[in-house]
């Protein structure tokens, strides 16, 4: 039985794209990559992440990368759409890529939203063909599924390449991306109107409307 397994890095940083990935492998495959190590991409170092990332896209049957950047959320959430469906979108476009040709196939999700049921519900309506998969979406899929842990894997790899793509332009180092993180913080304050233009930040983002905010409203009092 083939097992496509789907996972994300990325959905909360203020800077940087937002990965998802599908990685399809069958049982045989599954004992392999699970006595290799394979884990939830959180529960691993860097340097063992990378080593298993490559592991995975030379064994893995077939896998999907979706680069969703901050321009393309920023658009889709002033259009109405929030960050869940934007996810169920890019998934659904994920299972028609990897579902051709397949006679059966479970996917794995690990699910984005708190209600796993509607959210599955949405995802469905954006899959082509549903007559030949098994479709579950599970919170902590990436902790008990090895073929979504592969993609969390892969994700985070992936998540970790587009950030230090954007460092060594910029060459300047912001952190994670993430609004916890004092880095990022500290990048925002002084380089979010300098950088706006490279297409890098999500504008729609509380942490980056409150800073330019600020900024403006610094700027007001002033005169």
Known sequence: MLILGIDDSGRGPVIGP????????????????????VKDSKKLTPRRREILAEIIRKKAF?????????KEIDGKTNAGINLNRIEAIK?????????KGLDKIIVIVDCPSPNARKWRAILMSHITNTENLELYCEHKADSNHIAVAAASILAK??????????KRKLGLDFGSGY????????????????FKKDG??????VTWR???????????SSF
């Open 62 to 70: 077939s896998y999907h990368i979706s680069i969703i950047s901050p």
């Open 157 to 166: 790899s992936t998540r970790e390449k587009e950030v230090g793509k954007i």
């Open 91 to 99: 998934a659904g476009e994920i299972i028609n890529k990897m579902n």
């Open 179 to 194: 609004p916890s993180d004092p880095r990022t913080k500290e990048f925002l304050k002084n380089h979010s109107s300098k």
């Open 210 to 220: 409150k800073v330019n905010g600020e900024k403006k409203q610094k700027k007001l």
């Open 200 to 205: 890098i930040f999500r504008e729609t983002w």
């Open 18 to 37: 937002m990965i998802l990935v599908g990685v399809l492998i069958d049982s045989e495959l599954e004992k392999e990559l699970r006595q290799l190590g």
